[in-house]
């Protein structure tokens, strides 16, 4: 039992590049989310998904992209990379009953 | 609105005293649960407790407490005897939305 899996760890990309931050679990979760942390922000929503085909926006949705095809996977996509997408990423998953959040280790994305 | 607010931004302590960290929030949600998460210096995010909104009774695990009042909104986290160890960012979590912008706590010798 894995949990969740975000992938890469790290990631330098240069303004104007693309790029998909993968997030997998499994544990059968249909409610998925991305967060980015920034220094004396927290962490804040960017989209969340509450199961395969479904998706909606959270609190900073501009630049990211997502789609869920399946329960397994929540991909996050920069369609066009700028420095103010420098942060750290999180995607998490929530077990439905007992409302459990599950969180990946984190991406740090720095955008030159 | 949904909103979770951590008015302490920094604590300092000296080792083995007790430290309580506080969170209000707002929300419109009739269900819903709360919680406690601990970042390490190593930045991943550690699940320390959870309360789900029906559930008012306040609990002690090891040196962890918490006080979760519905009345005020408020769901208050305190460490009893700290320790080095402990010293972290705590972001208390209404689930599955809202952060609150962390607590950095430093623990002293």
């Known amino acids: 039992n894995a949990g969740v899996t975000q992938t890469p760890k790290f990631q330098v990309l240069k303004t104007g590049q693309s790029m998909t931050l993968q997030c997998a679990q499994d544990?059968?979760?249909?409610?998925m989310s991305w967060y980015r942390q920034d220094p004396g922000m927290g962490l804040r929503l960017i989209h969340y998904s509450v199961g395969a085909g479904i998706t909606d926006q959270g609190e900073v949705p501009n630049g990211y992209n997502v789609s869920r095809s399946t329960t397994e996977d929540f991909p996050l996509r920069l369609l066009s990379a700028a420095p103010s997408q420098t942060s750290v990423y999180f995607c998490?998953?929530?077990?439905?009953?007992?409302?459990?959040?599950?969180f990946g280790q984190g991406t740090r994305l720095t955008v030159v | 609105a949904q909103k979770v607010t951590q008015a302490q931004t920094e604590i300092s302590v000296v080792e083995k005293e007790d430290v309580t960290l506080d969170c209000v929030y707002e929300t419109r949600d009739t269900t819903y649960y709360l919680f406690w998460y601990k970042q390490p210096p190593s930045g991943e995010l550690v699940f320390l407790i959870r309360?789900?909104?029906?559930?008012?009774q306040n609990e002690i695990s090891g040196r962890y407490s918490w006080n979760f009042q519905k009345s005020t909104s408020s769901f208050n986290f305190t460490i009893t005897a700290s320790q080095v160890v402990d010293s972290a960012v705590y972001f208390c979590y209404k689930g599955n939305l809202i952060f609150g912008k962390g607590t950095k706590l430093s623990v002293k010798p």
């Open positions: 998490a998953s929530v077990s439905s009953g007992l409302g459990k959040t599950f």
């Open positions: 309360r789900n909104s029906f559930d008012e």
């Open positions: 544990m059968n979760h249909e409610y």
